[in-house]
T-cell receptor, first 114, second 113 residues
């Protein structure tokens, strides 16, 4: 049981490049989400999904795109990377959608945009 | 809208002394509140949660938190700090029936030998 996995662990991009951050979970959780963590700001929700085929915007969605074709996978796409997107990105999942369940977090992806 | 304020960005204690990490929240609805811990270069792990049952909530590793509606607070405490408690702690509020979590800015706990 791997829990929530994220790849890559580290990534350096040049301004304007695009890339996809991968997230997968093997717990059959309905709810998945992406956060970014910046110093002194806690975690901020980028996008979330309450089940396959359903996604919605969080607090800071601009510049990011998501899709949820399967229960297991929830990739995050950076369309045209900007230095302001330098951050640590965490994927999380939980059993219930809209419920009060514990969020299980992946180990994070550290992204630097130059 | 809900928000969370962690009153201290850094807290330093000596091993064996009590820990107090402060959190105030605002919410238009009856909130659900959580504390998560993040050890260096790791993801976040749930310490405890309040979901409108008992106001004193016990979590893992000897931590507990008390929900005080009149003070809009949810402070995290531990009677005796251990070196392994050194980490960053996040207070989180979730609006009931909502899908969004709002995180506080975090408190970094340092434990001196």
């Amino acid at each position: 049981n791997a829990g929530v996995t994220q790849t890559p662990k580290f990534q350096v991009l040049k301004t304007g490049q695009s890339m996809t951050l991968q997230c997968a979970q093997d717990m059959n959780h309905e709810y998945m989400s992406w956060y970014r963590q910046d110093p002194g700001m806690g975690l901020r929700l980028i996008h979330y999904s309450v089940g396959a085929g359903i996604t919605d915007q969080g607090e800071v969605p601009n510049g990011y795109n998501v899709s949820r074709s399967t229960t297991e996978d929830f990739p995050l796409r950076l369309l045209s990377a900007a230095p302001s997107q330098t951050s640590v990105y965490f994927c999380a999942s939980s059993y219930g959608a809209g419920g009060l369940d514990e969020q299980y977090f992946g180990p994070g992806t550290r992204l630097t945009v130059t | 809208a809900q928000s969370v304020t962690q009153l201290d960005s850094h807290v330093s204690v000596s091993e064996g002394t009590p820990v107090l990490l402060r959190c105030n929240y605002s919410s238009s609805y009856s909130p659900s509140l959580f504390w998560y811990v993040q050890h260096p270069n790791k993801g976040l792990q749930l310490l405890l949660k309040y979901t409108s049952a008992a106001t004193l909530v016990k979590g893992i590793n000897g931590f507990e938190a008390e929900f005080k509606k009149s003070e809009t607070s949810f402070h995290l405490t531990k009677p005796s700090a251990h070196m392994s408690d050194a980490a960053e702690y996040f207070c989180v509020v979730r609006r009931n029936a909502g899908n969004m979590l709002t995180f506080g800015g975090g408190t970094r706990l340092m434990v001196k030998p």
